[in-house]
């Protein structure tokens, strides 16, 4: 997963532009129908990079003690849950040594093995949380 800044060129600046705030209340109102905590930690957009192709696709993500949840919102104003990581006590968050930009979350054991992911708060788009 990367992230981008908010510039009107960028395909997420401008998703993010046309969201405004009824489309950020509809994300937050959707989280907490689908049972998000309310210990969220951070919340915001971000851009998250396909797996299979190199793609780029803005993404609402919450981070919230137990769960790392990302939705869809569509331009009628729909909003979809994408994914959801679940955290143990035994996953670790943790900056990237030498980096002020990168956070890294790592599952030491997960139902398909060791996962990791990297999250570039560089220019991430309005974190909230």
Do not use: C, N
Not at 15 to 39: M, T, Y
Not at 43 to 61: C, D, E, I, M, S
Not at 69 to 96: C, Q
């Amino acid at each position: 997963m990367q992230t981008r800044s908010a510039g009107s060129s960028s395909p997420v600046g401008r998703l993010a532009q046309r969201r405004g705030s009824s489309a950020e209340a509809a994300l937050q109102a959707e989280a907490a129908r689908l049972g998000v905590p309310d210990g969220v930690l951070k919340r915001g957009f971000l851009v998250k990079k396909g797996h299979v192709l190199p793609t780029r696709k803005g993404r609402y993500f919450v981070l919230g003690q137990h769960s790392l949840s990302y939705y869809k919102a569509t331009r009628d104003g729909d909003v979809e849950l994408k994914g959801v990581l679940e955290l143990k006590a035994s996953d670790v968050i943790s900056p990237i040594p030498h980096s002020d930009v990168w956070l890294q979350i790592r599952q030491i054991e997960g139902p398909r093995g060791r996962k990791s992911y990297k999250l570039d708060l560089k220019g991430s788009l309005l974190i909230l949380g």
